[in-house]
């Protein structure tokens, strides 16, 4: 059999991407010998004799081997344009192999280079000798089979296999690397999206002839045609891919190539939501969401948010702020899988039930092309300021659903009245609210009025790093507007939502507590360090509205929390032993402070508020400028070395036994001062109220359960005496025979 005349160089670059690719596709590389699938045209030379006899002096590129056999070819071209010498050749391989020997079913041809963009085409020979390309969906896969794909092939005899939605990684992969081509091709960071918008617009509108000459132009004719099918003509401007594009012309093919491994021409047919979920991917990581002006919502939160407003498919949802379109997408999703094969169901919701403005005519536009993905419901998103906009007359929504933009002059309260506004009778709004809104003292005045003429439901407090890489502490916020607040609140923190930072993007994880808060939400639940279902507190000067001030300290388990408390015993140990010389002729003046304090047995029963128990202040003004080198215990923001940063000239402010906690720096990493010492501005002082007694042991343990309760000191909820003053602290836990044991051991190691 002839084989085409080939550059070897060329040719072997084919190979080795063909290597790469099922090294990504989790086949086994190695030879069969040594347990893998993979033998290659060079091992196979002397691997088989009846390969002589079968083949003669020909190999191909690769065999696949499974259960010690060989069941597949894949042979290799150097150019696209050689994609059917390639399919004929691992063909005839295919076939010469299974006569009399073995049984070769399945042939591969893989046509290409990574510069140029590779094509890959899957074909099956039945019992009748007839080769069928291999599909998934009605469509021929664009990439190399899996392992499994190959066992479902053959096991069923059938050329057809079940496609699986890509991973999470996999669309990172190449939303990560389509970014990277449009780099290279000159692209503004701001136009990438519109651009893979435009390419996706066109594969779902018919196939694309990838030739350099020609690609701009079919993409722009099927883009044409897709809008004008959705009654969208008049974003043709913006989704049309114009100007001098020559280097573009030359790395499209690129990404057609990418987007051919996620087999995502047959996903289009499975109805689920792959284009949706790739192109949401693209946005989030494959740019920079600042040069877009875009705070992408991860699509669990929204879902999350559509669940606990109970987004039905008689509602109509409104986001004013719609960006990329995530909540109506969560809106629609939910909607439509309540009508089922209701057509006209169906095309009530895309038509009338779905409402969305942005100011910004290319973000909206993406909105309008993420719903097209996500199979419609676009008819009402508009390039307009949601404070203008007058389509529709007022009320007209039954649920609104908004992250509004946190930098902008209109205020996110601003963006909340509006809502309220064009809410009907019983209406719901859940929005994405910044922290600081809800626990500032500045936004008092604005809080007690929301509570005057509307119903707070919910807040449930997020991750802070849930829109990473920018960093906003922020909450979900549900009301039920134009009805005076009673009654109680539904306050919860999310610590997992089920990502993590890994290699600087949001990961899935393990642990995920989201829905555990649909449950808790639903039955009102509290939990402890959870959630809690309370009415607010009626004296509260600020008017707060964050489960932070609300949800009950966690119920500590006793040996955790008394290992804690020995944990700050330990710390002071190691501060004491580390300024040894500097702080010996204090000791006097400790002990003298500790005297005061040594008792036999606890002296607080059950559960006491701080604020009954010590005088909080703030340290003294810090000496601003140099400080000299000196003699006195500074104490200052740091969370290590018992909060010293160092012995200065300074006078000595404390000269009883208090607790210290930074309030900037570490906020909440309290320590126990058993020196004498000064402590500056950027602490808080407890010091014991008149007539109160405590034990040394106790005041290690109130500073234990303070640092196990700083998580409800975030941004725009800073920590102060007030707030401090407030923590219950329960002291039947503290288990005071083992935490006075451990505090004697840890001073005979001080005085050895």
Not at 144 to 164: A, E, F, G, R
Not at 192 to 206: D, N, P, T
Not at 359 to 380: E, P, T, Y
Request: net charge neutral; with cysteine.
């Amino acid at each position: 059999m002839a084989k085409s005349t080939k550059p070897k160089y060329a040719e072997a670059r084919a190979r080795n991407y063909t290597v790469a690719e099922l090294k990504k596709l989790n086949w086994d590389v190695k030879h069969p010998n040594s347990g893998g699938n993979i033998l290659e045209e060079k091992e196979a030379k002397h691997f088989d004799p009846r390969f002589d006899e079968l083949l003669g002096k020909d190999r191909p590129d690769f065999l696949i081997y499974a259960a010690g056999f060989p069941v597949a070819v894949i042979e290799c071209k150097n150019e696209k344009t050689k994609i059917e010498v390639a399919i004929d050749e691992a063909k005839d391989y295919a076939e010469a192999l299974s006569v009399n020997h073995f049984d070769v079913r399945i042939a591969i041809g893989v046509a290409g280079n990574e510069e140029d963009g590779v094509t890959v085409r899957n074909y099956y020979r039945d019992a009748n000798g007839n080769w069928t390309e291999i599909q998934g969906n009605s469509y021929p896969l664009t990439q190399l089979l899996t392992l499994d794909q190959l066992n479902q092939v053959l096991l069923n005899k059938k050329p057809t296999i079940d496609l699986q939605i890509p991973t999470e990684a996999e669309f990172y992969e190449v939303a990560e690397e389509i970014n990277k081509i449009m780099h290279e091709a000159k692209v503004n960071k701001s136009d990438r999206a519109v651009y893979l918008a435009s390419i996706i617009l066109a594969m779902q509108e018919g196939d694309i002839d990838t030739r350099p000459n020609v690609i701009l132009e079919q993409i722009n004719a099927n883009v044409e045609a897709a809008l004008r099918k959705k009654s969208k003509s008049s974003l043709k401007p913006i989704f049309s891919i114009t100007g001098n594009k020559q280097k573009l012309r030359k790395q499209l093919p690129l990404i057609f190539h990418n987007l051919d491994r996620l087999n995502i021409r047959a996903l289009m047919n499975s109805g689920a939501d792959i284009l949706g979920k790739f192109y949401e991917t693209f946005l989030r990581y494959g740019n920079d969401a600042k040069e877009l002006g875009i705070v992408f919502t991860p699509r669990h939160i929204t879902n999350l948010m559509a669940e606990l407003i109970d987004v039905g498919a008689t509602d109509t949802v409104y986001d004013p702020s719609c960006g990329t379109g995530g909540f109506l997408i969560a809106a629609f999703t939910r909607m439509i899988n309540q009508v089922g094969n209701n057509k006209r169901a169906l095309d009530k919701i895309k038509l009338e039930k779905l409402i969305g403005t942005d100011v910004d005519s290319k973000i909206s536009a993406l909105a309008v092309a993420n719903m097209i993905f996500r199979g419609d419901g676009r008819s009402n998103i508009y390039d307009d300021s949601c404070f203008t906009f007058n389509k529709f007359k007022k009320p007209f929504a039954t649920k609104t659903l908004m992250n509004p933009p946190f930098a902008q002059t209109e205020t996110e309260n601003m963006f909340l009245e509006h809502c309220f506004s064009v809410l009907k009778p019983g209406g719901l709004s859940a929005s994405i609210f910044t922290y600081a809104v809800l626990a500032e003292k500045n936004g008092k005045e604005w809080r007690a009025d929301l509570l005057k003429n509307h119903q707070v439901l919910a807040v449930i407090t997020v991750p802070d790093e849930l829109f990473y890489p920018t960093s906003a502490t922020t909450v979900i916020f549900i009301c039920r507007p134009n009805i005076p607040h009673t009654g109680k609140v539904w306050f919860c923190r999310i610590n997992n939502d089920g990502y993590k930072i890994k290699r600087k993007k949001r990961v899935e994880t393990t642990g995920s507590q989201i829905d555990k808060v649909k449950n808790h939400y639903l039955t009102k639940q509290s939990e402890r360090g959870f959630s809690i279902y309370t009415t607010l507190k009626k004296n509260d000067p600020l008017v707060e509205l964050v489960p932070e001030a609300y949800i009950e300290p966690i119920d500590y388990d006793k040996a955790y929390i008394n290992e804690k408390t020995e944990q700050l015993l330990r710390e002071f140990t190691s501060f004491v032993l580390k300024y040894e010389t500097d702080i010996k002729r204090l000791e006097n003046k400790r002990h003298s402070i500790l005297n005061a304090h040594i008792f036999d047995k606890p002296v607080q029963k059950g559960n006491v508020y701080l604020k009954d128990l010590f005088d909080i202040n703030y340290g003294e003004n810090s000496v601003k400028g140099n400080l000299e080198a000196g003699s006195t215990i500074s104490i200052s923001s740091q969370g290590v070395d018992n909060g010293c940063c160092g012995l200065f000239d300074l006078p000595i402010t404390i000269n009883e036994l208090v607790i210290t906690v930074p309030r900037t720096g570490s906020i909440g990493y309290s320590f126990v001062q058993e020196y004498p010492c000064n402590v500056d501005d950027n602490c808080m002082v407890m010091t014991l109220r008149q007539g109160i007694k405590l034990s040394v042991e106790e005041f290690y343990y109130v500073a234990a359960v303070i640092r196990e309760e700083k998580w409800r000191y975030k941004y725009g909820r800073q920590i102060t005496p007030y707030r401090l003053g407030e923590h219950l602290i329960d002291f039947s836990i503290l288990d005071f025979k083992r935490v006075n044991t451990f505090r004697k051991r840890m001073n005979n190691k001080i005085s050895l």
